[in-house]
């Protein structure tokens, strides 16, 4: 998979079959999370950051150097910095929901594809193609709108148990000092460091 075919089958299978402003969450896998345009970069060079400036109409002296560019690059790219799949969804009417990096737990999908896998999993008996195709549109098929409830009410069940974590985490945080014991050495050494 790459953002191209995803993005097509975006726009002509699944937006299509939407509900009107719905939701759609997602992870932050490359071709999900392909941007609106390239941003300028410490490793762009200097004519192509001041093109880039002259193309969005933002002011620059011709005297400036890279370094004061990519400056004035931070204080605008919010304004072009998107995903273009949050884009076409925005345009039909619907939002992308991004979760958090490495947090899979977080996405129904997972529950249901574990699901599917397993029924596939156990039903296989000759582990050739064709019949593991007939088998994932088998298990796609017995997926209910019970087991989408039941997996979203997990996800939700979990998302509740990290932000208590969160504020648990926070109430210690805000009533404890952070300290990092070292030797009587190591600290002699880092008083110095710190107060040369």
Excluded at 87 to 105: D, F, N, Q, W
Excluded at 114 to 121: E, L, M, N, R, T
Excluded at 162 to 175: A, K, R, S
Aim: proline fraction near 4%; include cysteine; hydrophobic fraction near 35%.
């Amino acid at each position: 998979m790459d953002g191209n075919h995803f993005e097509s089958w975006f726009k002509s299978k699944l937006i299509p079959k939407l509900e009107p402003n719905s939701i759609i969450v997602m992870d932050n896998a490359s071709y999900h999370s392909v941007k609106e345009e390239k941003l300028p970069t410490q490793s762009w060079r200097k004519k192509d950051i001041q093109e880039w400036l002259a193309n969005k109409n933002i002011p620059w002296g011709s005297d400036l150097l890279k370094l004061e560019l990519l400056q004035i690059v931070s204080t605008v790219k919010h304004k072009f910095d998107g995903y273009r799949i949050d884009k076409i969804a925005s345009e039909t009417g619907h939002k992308v929901l991004r979760l958090p990096p490495y947090h899979c737990e977080l996405n129904p999908i997972e529950l249901i594809w574990a699901q599917v896998k397993c029924y596939i999993a156990h039903q296989n008996q000759t582990f050739k193609l064709p019949e593991v195709k007939n088998l994932l549109l088998e298990a796609l098929d017995k997926v209910s709108g019970n087991d989408w409830k039941n997996a979203v009410a997990h996800v939700t069940k979990i998302e509740k148990e990290f932000w208590t974590m969160d504020g648990l985490i926070e109430d210690v945080w805000e009533q404890n000092e952070l300290t990092i014991q070292l030797s009587d050495s190591d600290s002699t050494q880092e008083s110095k460091s710190f107060s040369s």
